[in-house]
């Protein structure tokens, strides 16, 4: 018996080496980059994660690009292009060496299509509404959902939407109104082109109108069959325009990306072949990291960041960095609920929170106290330049501080009175009612969410639950504003202080504090079509000191940075303050290429 | 034999019929919104186009019950409502090789070590051997995993940098997920050898061989082993079972490409096509594994014969 065991143990494990060493294996890529998740898709319209927008834009390239340096749009697939005088109309003019991964030469009409496709709400991509800045977009966006939803109403032709080719070298497209940002959002998810040919083939193009005629009609393989819907980003299929093509996809284990000979820029990509892995755990990253697995990684586990971060500060490592972003953590007040319906209650729950002390002591990586919701550390980057060349620069309010008395005499003003140190308020005999922190399952949240109670309770008595829950609940309730206060994050997609500010619109989705506020949506409205950038950024401000120093539906705590952690063997990978890598833009170091 | 086994295996569909209702239930009460992704706000278009694409639109009984099987045998395939680039069989049939050759390593390493550490506890009962081996069991039943994984990476990976920091593909990859998976496994196994080999070695049939004179390894691996990895190998199923389905820590923490992962996120994060997917391979891989360990029995115990009923 006990030979049958080590025998048939040794034919299994004789079997599994064989098996393995077989395997198909290559070299090392020039750059291996580990992320902290695999991508949920390729597919440029539909990327929504950052991971996934980031590694887009290597495969694909808008009409301008994103300068590497200065992160400013300049001439990608179009070498130049013209502004009509009342900001409203733009003549692009595309390369003619400009081609896709295949070798066909890209048209204006790519354009023409890719958009089409991006303003297809069938396709359901979270960034459609960048692309509603264009003339009858949302008409258009809109008709077809209603079509989808009712039967009825009509779908307006895309020949009324304000993009059309004009020759194959020349794109006009008309906005609603001027935009400042256009030209920013053109290297961005909905404006990125794609080959037409290859997803219709696929039938990856425009999806049927709904696919859940598949019960209770006979069934037609080609509209309904997602067999090969999801084949459009595979390497033997893909096409892109970017600087690197998928050479390889093997789910879960890496994305080979190789150096696309047609990009028109070739000359100028200097790596061969980037890996990209998912790396789901934190310690992996970051021992794999050390011991040369790979070369470009991020967000170390919070204590090896604090200690690396210390190390950076002490000059004994270069290869760390914690780069501001333009993004902003802060907690959600709902508005509509007692007692957060208080913009008095909602000043004192703001002033009594010592936002130095949470980027100390529980974040420690070089986090900046927020003082309004646009990050200051950032604005220098979103400096613009008006047409006379002068340059501006946005000036977010210094609207939040820490301040425990005036927290509590903002309490008092709102009708709370304080009888004993220790407990809570008391308003017509009813003491201040619990405040439920709500935040999604994450150590960092947690350790936020445990420190701001306290400061609560310390210096305005108040009795605070933590509620941890699991993150479709979490945005569930959020989106139905079901809380009282809860913990967000923004990441800006573009550089521009709108990209903050525009989320509390009254009807913006991202709102979720049932905040509504007439002046602010006017100011952010003026400023959507002021041309005049002094101006525009004067209405962007007022805006925002509506928003965090008299309203006060969010309570913004600290502006993020990015840990990265770069190899000294690449180089050209600048940190920059919406933390994309610009693989494009990197080298090896030595001409050690492996 | 032969009908036991046709028997066994015809009760398979009605099995999977009862995992997949309840399965379903289970999503289809489970609270959250899954089509909400994060910060970024879902339009309600596109919140639409996405209910119609995966039938959300439908009452869950029907979309359970009619759409989804209809959509299985119409396209022999669903999509992943997490990842858009890959479907459903695609996602089990990547990952499912990597975690049964994972999971074949680990259960082999559990059971070598396991039969002979509680083998040699059982034998030298009472000496430090047998402390230790009882030791050694117990930490590895109550050291969690991801302890236990990451100790080892940081040993074996940083500290002493003899083997990769995870990934898959070369058989040195294998060795440290591999050696975590089996640990708890091996523990286990190795207390039931142990408990029973003491058992059967104070039988009446050992004292006779010994009596006729069989030599001391004759009597422990001729004897006394062919009936003390008995309980062994009925826990063999159930282990193989959830041992080839992936772990989601060993995974997580060596970057397997596994199934394991995708079990526990395809429930978290609300991929109900994927997650009914894994639970249907998982009931049939329990209820072959079951059966295999049954008609080993009956072949490794001259007391057990399949019989008709």
């Not at chain 2, 309840?22 to 609270?31: D, E, S, V």
């Amino acid at each position: 018996m006990y030979r049958l065991v080590l025998i048939g143990a040794a034919a299994v494990l004789a079997g599994l080496a064989a098996v393995l060493s077989l395997a198909r294996r290559e070299g090392r890529a020039d750059l291996v980059v580990a992320n902290s998740e695999e991508c949920r898709t390729l597919d440029p319209h539909l990327a929504t994660w950052t991971h996934e927008t980031r590694l887009c834009q290597s495969l694909y390239e808008g009409l301008a690009r994103l300068d590497p340096q200065t992160l400013r749009p300049v001439p990608g697939v179009a070498e130049r292009w013209d502004i009509s005088d009342d900001g409203t109309a733009y003549t692009f003019y595309l390369r003619t060496e400009a081609r896709w991964s295949n070798g066909d030469p890209i048209t204006a009409a790519d354009f023409v299509n890719s958009w089409e496709r991006s303003l297809n709400p069938r396709i359901g991509s979270d960034y459609s509404s960048l692309l509603f800045v264009i003339r009858n977009a949302r008409a258009y966006y809109e008709s077809i959902a209603a079509h989808d939803r009712n039967g009825a109403t009509p779908i307006l032709p895309f020949v009324n939407v304000g993009v059309r080719a004009d020759g194959p070298r020349k794109l006009v497209v008309e906005l609603e109104r001027p935009c400042a940002y256009f030209l920013d959002i053109l290297d961005f998810v909905p404006c990125w082109p794609v080959h037409r040919p290859t997803y219709e083939r696929l039938g990856a193009y425009a999806w049927p109108a709904s696919l859940d005629r598949v019960v209770g009609r006979p069934y037609d393989a080609g509209r309904d069959d997602p067999g090969r819907r999801h084949l459009a980003t595979r390497p033997e299929h893909f096409v892109g325009n970017g600087a690197f093509r998928v050479k390889d996809w093997q789910f879960k284990r890496r994305i080979r990306l190789a150096k696309n000979p047609f990009y028109w820029n070739a000359e100028a990509v200097r790596l061969e072949t980037i890996d990209v892995l998912p790396v789901a755990d934190a310690n992996t990253r970051f021992l794999g990291f050390e011991t040369g697995a790979w070369d470009l990684t991020t967000d170390p586990p919070p204590r090896v960041a604090r200690r690396l971060t210390e190390l950076v500060h002490a000059g004994q490592r270069d290869d760390y960095r914690n780069q501001d972003l333009l993004a902003t953590y802060f907690y959600r007040f709902n508005c509509t609920r007692f007692p957060t319906n208080d913009k008095r209650v909602r000043r004192a729950l703001s002033l009594a929170v010592d936002r130095h002390a949470i980027c100390t002591q529980v974040m420690g990586c070089d986090q900046t106290p927020a003082t309004a919701f646009v990050p200051y550390p950032t604005v220098e980057a979103m400096a613009k330049l008006d047409r006379a060349g002068r340059r501006h620069v946005y000036r977010p309010p210094n609207a939040l501080r820490f301040d425990p008395e005036a927290a509590r005499r903002s309490l008092f003003d709102a009708g709370w009175t304080f009888t004993r140190p220790g407990s809570p308020p008391i308003k017509d005999g009813r003491a201040f009612p619990v405040i439920e922190i709500m935040y999604n399952t994450d150590m960092r949240h947690e350790l936020i969410a445990q420190a701001v109670a306290k400061m609560w309770h310390e210096h305005l008595g108040l009795r605070v639950e933590l509620r941890n829950l699991e993150l479709k609940v979490f945005y569930e309730r959020e989106r139905k504003c079901d809380y009282t206060v809860t913990r967000g994050s923004w990441f800006a997609d573009y550089l521009d202080p709108g990209a903050m500010l525009f989320l509390f619109t009254s009807d913006d989705g991202h709102n979720r504090t049932g905040w509504s506020c007439r002046a602010y949506d006017d100011l952010i409205a003026a400023a959507e079509a002021e041309l005049d950038v002094a101006r525009r950024f004067e209405l962007l401000a007022e805006a925002e000191r509506i928003l965090v120093a008299d309203e006060m539906p969010v309570m913004p705590i600290f502006y993020y940075t990015g840990s990265t952690l770069i190899s000294g063997r690449i180089g050209g990978l600048r940190p920059n303050v919406r933390n994309i890598p610009f693989l494009h833009a990197a080298y090896l170091r030595q001409e050690d290429r492996p | 034999m032969r009908a036991f086994v046709v028997r066994r295996l015809l009760q398979l569909p009605l099995i999977l019929v009862v995992v997949y209702a309840l399965t379903a239930t289970l999503l289809a009460l489970k609270p959250g919104d899954i089509l909400e992704g994060g910060e970024r706000a879902v339009t309600p278009e596109a919140r639409q186009a996405r209910m119609q694409r995966f039938h959300m639109d439908q009452h869950p009984l029907r979309r359970f019950a009619v759409t989804y099987p209809a959509e299985l045998i119409l396209t022999r395939d669903l999509p992943s409502m997490e990842y858009n680039d890959w479907t459903v069989t695609e996602i089990i049939a990547m990952s499912f090789p990597v975690s049964l050759q994972l999971g074949l390593f680990a259960l082999v390493v559990a059971l070598l070590g396991g039969t002979a550490i509680g083998t040699l506890a059982a034998v030298a009962r009472g000496s430090a051997l047998d402390h230790a081996s009882v030791a050694v069991a117990l930490l590895g039943i109550s050291l969690p995993t991801f302890v236990i994984a990451e100790v080892v990476l940081i040993l074996f990976a940083a500290v002493w940098p003899i083997l990769p920091v995870g990934g898959w593909g070369s058989p040195a990859q294998l060795i440290l997920p591999g050696l975590t998976l089996s640990l708890p496994f091996m523990a286990y196994m190795a207390r039931l050898m142990r408990a029973e080999m003491i058992d059967v070695l104070g039988q009446d049939f050992i004292r006779t061989a010994r009596a006729k004179g069989c030599s001391r390894r004759q009597v422990i691996l001729g004897h006394a082993f062919q009936v003390a990895f008995l309980p062994v190998l009925s826990f063999l199923g159930p282990a193989a079972a959830g041992i080839f389905t992936g772990s989601f820590v060993v995974e997580k923490v060596f970057r397997i490409p596994g199934l394991g992962t995708h079990f526990v996120n395809s429930v978290k994060n609300g991929d109900q096509t994927l997650a009914l997917g894994i639970v249907l391979l998982y009931a049939t891989l329990l209820v072959v594994f079951n059966l295999a360990v049954d008609v080993a029995y009956a072949e490794v115990d001259p007391r057990i014969r399949v019989t008709r009923r």
